[in-house]
T-cell receptor, first 113, second 112 residues
């Protein structure tokens, strides 16, 4: 089991460029999440998908879009990158709510110049 | 609603103890504790689901006081490997059971 995988590991963009961060899990989890982590801010939820076919906004969704491609994959798209989106992005998955916890991917370090 | 963690940072010598607190302004359904090493992903430590529940994991344990809407993480006889940032993630009663809200973290440094 690879758990939660993310690609790419590192990315540098110029302002205005677009890109998609990929996330996949092989644990047959129902729910998937995208967080961003900035110094001193903790982990802030961008978007989540409680189950295949559904997506919902989290705390900081502006400037992002998501696609739950199937049960395994959940992608995050930046349509027009801005320097404020420089951050570390973590994907996570969870079997269900309640007694189950979330497991995180290794992260993507994104710099927007 | 983001839970509040305290302290923001703590420095210990090997063998000393520490307590990290996590408080919520809303009634809690569950509390999840994670540790993150620099440059790595958060790693799950433990989950607490019931009021008054205490769990242990080696020399790291946690309690959940439902009435006070808070949880505490206890690190005893700290080791160098305990260094990192500790996060609590909470789910609130009456809210969605599908997402966690994380505190800003507590940076723990254990020195020899």
């Amino acid at each position: 089991n690879a758990g939660v995988t993310q690609t790419p590991k590192f990315q540098v963009l110029k302002t205005g460029q677009s890109m998609t961060l990929q996330c996949a899990q092989d644990m047959n989890h129902n729910s998937m999440y995208w967080y961003r982590q900035d110094p001193g801010m903790g982990l802030r939820l961008i978007y989540y998908s409680a189950s295949e076919g559904t997506t919902d906004k989290g705390e900081v969704p502006n400037g992002y879009n998501v696609s739950r491609l199937n049960k395994r994959e959940f992608s995050l798209r930046l349509e027009s990158a801005a320097p404020s989106q420089t951050s570390v992005y973590f994907c996570a998955s969870r079997r269900a709510g309640g007694v189950d916890t979330q497991y995180f991917g290794p992260g993507t370090r994104l710099t927007v110049l | 609603q983001q839970p509040v963690q305290s302290p923001q940072a703590v420095i210990l010598r090997e063998g000393e103890d520490a307590v990290i607190n996590c408080s919520s302004s809303k009634a809690l359904y569950s509390v999840h504790w994670y540790r993150q090493k620099h440059g790595e992903a958060p790693v799950f430590l433990m989950i607490l689901l019931k009021g008054g529940e205490q769990k242990g994991h080696d020399k790291i344990s946690a309690s959940f006081n439902e009435k006070k809407q808070q949880s505490s993480l206890y690190l005893t006889a700290s080791q160098l490997s305990y260094s990192g940032t500790y996060f609590c993630g909470t789910e609130n009663r009456g809210g969605s059971n599908y997402k966690l809200t994380f505190g800003k973290g507590t940076l723990l440094t254990v020195n020899p």
